[in-house]
């Protein structure tokens, strides 16, 4: 399985880093459920577009028709074809960020999700997310799911990993989250597994790393999954809860309770200084600014 010069849809609905198979109709269901929504009305327009496809198959998706080519060639894409499959078909996510290299892509099976690929050309932030998973052997915790590790390489000069993928349906944030047993569960788990370096304060607790509305999300019945561990790291007391109720509020415009985060300046300094440095694209700097005044008005008072 190549892929070279297959053809996909890029869809004209905000998702202009996904890629939608546009030959099967199970792969364009499973391409769809790659979009990322979170607030109502897109959500609904996800699933009516997922509706749409079910009955009328790839064509119902609107946007251009492109054709992907392999990065580094169709012979190093073949190596590592090889080495991930068998899978006859891909939907693709192109990652929005900027400074973040790599891509993502569901392997697909007769249209069927067989495992979710993530692809870098260096291994940290695998190390990193293969680490933090590896504290949930049975990819389970305390109210939430996570992907279970598949299979791990390096070919052809790739750095790479495949992870369950999610069910091929679109899933929706969780709202009204009880975060204290989450985090309590989280925090014991990672603590026994991130290497702890004398740089590290003293005082500083394990943390996801990239918890926001969009990465625990419920797709279909059962607890909800988190995602996407490659920042798992030591932070803070209260990063995570800090980051996720500063990305809830600049996505839905409140935190998810009254007062939701307050009370942990330096969590809030630090993740003011990370989003600082971020090199997001175009697409990206009007969340980066709400979360950047979300951050500052978290932080110490001053005056």
């Given at each position: 399985?190549?892929?070279?010069?297959?053809?996909?849809?890029?869809?004209?609905?905000?998702?202009?880093?996904?890629?939608?198979?546009?030959?099967?109709?199970?792969?364009?269901?499973?391409?769809?459920?790659?979009?990322?929504?979170?607030?109502?009305?897109?959500?609904?327009?996800?699933?009516?577009?997922?509706?749409?496809?079910?009955?009328?198959?790839?064509?119902?998706?609107?946007?251009?028709?492109?054709?992907?080519?392999?990065?580094?060639?169709?012979?190093?894409?073949?190596?590592?074809?090889?080495?991930?499959?068998?899978?006859?078909?891909?939907?693709?996510?192109?990652?929005?960020?900027?400074?973040?290299?790599?891509?993502?892509?569901?392997?697909?099976?007769?249209?069927?999700?067989?495992?979710?690929?993530?692809?870098?050309?260096?291994?940290?932030?695998?190390?990193?997310?293969?680490?933090a998973l590896a504290a949930f052997p049975d990819g389970r915790a305390e109210g939430f799911r996570v992907p279970r590790v598949l299979d791990r390489g390096e070919t052809a000069g790739w750095h790479w990993m495949v992870i369950e993928a999610m069910p091929p349906r679109p899933a929706r944030p969780v709202r009204g989250v009880a975060l204290e047993p989450l985090l309590a569960d989280l925090q014991r788990r990672l603590k026994q597994v991130l290497p702890r370096t004398q740089e590290v304060p003293a005082h500083w607790v394990p943390m996801h790393g990239d918890l926001t509305a969009w990465n625990l999300r419920r797709c279909g019945p059962g607890v909800p999954w988190l995602i996407d561990w490659e920042d798992a790291a030591w932070a803070p007391p209260g990063a995570d809860l800090v980051y996720y109720e500063a990305t809830h509020t600049s996505v839905f415009g409140k935190p998810s309770s009254p007062g939701a985060g307050r009370g942990h300046a330096e969590a809030a300094e630090f993740w003011l200084k990370r989003v600082a440095q971020r090199s997001d694209s175009d697409h990206d700097a009007a969340l980066k600014a709400r979360l950047s005044d979300v951050l500052r008005s978290m932080g110490p008072r001053t005056g």
């Open positions: 399985m190549t892929t070279s010069g297959h053809e996909f849809v890029r869809p004209a609905m905000g998702a202009r880093n996904v890629l939608v198979p546009a030959r099967s109709r199970r792969g364009a269901l499973a391409g769809v459920s790659l979009i990322t929504r979170s607030k109502t009305a897109a959500l609904a327009a996800q699933w009516a577009l997922y509706g749409a496809v079910a009955v009328f198959g790839p064509r119902a998706v609107p946007g251009p028709r492109v054709r992907w080519e392999p990065p580094g060639g169709p012979e190093r894409w073949r190596a590592l074809a090889e080495r991930v499959g068998p899978f006859d078909g891909l939907a693709l996510y192109e990652r929005p960020q900027a400074s973040r290299t790599g891509l993502a892509a569901v392997l697909l099976r007769e249209g069927r999700p067989a495992g979710f690929l993530k692809l870098r050309d260096e291994p940290d932030e695998l190390d990193r997310e293969e680490r």
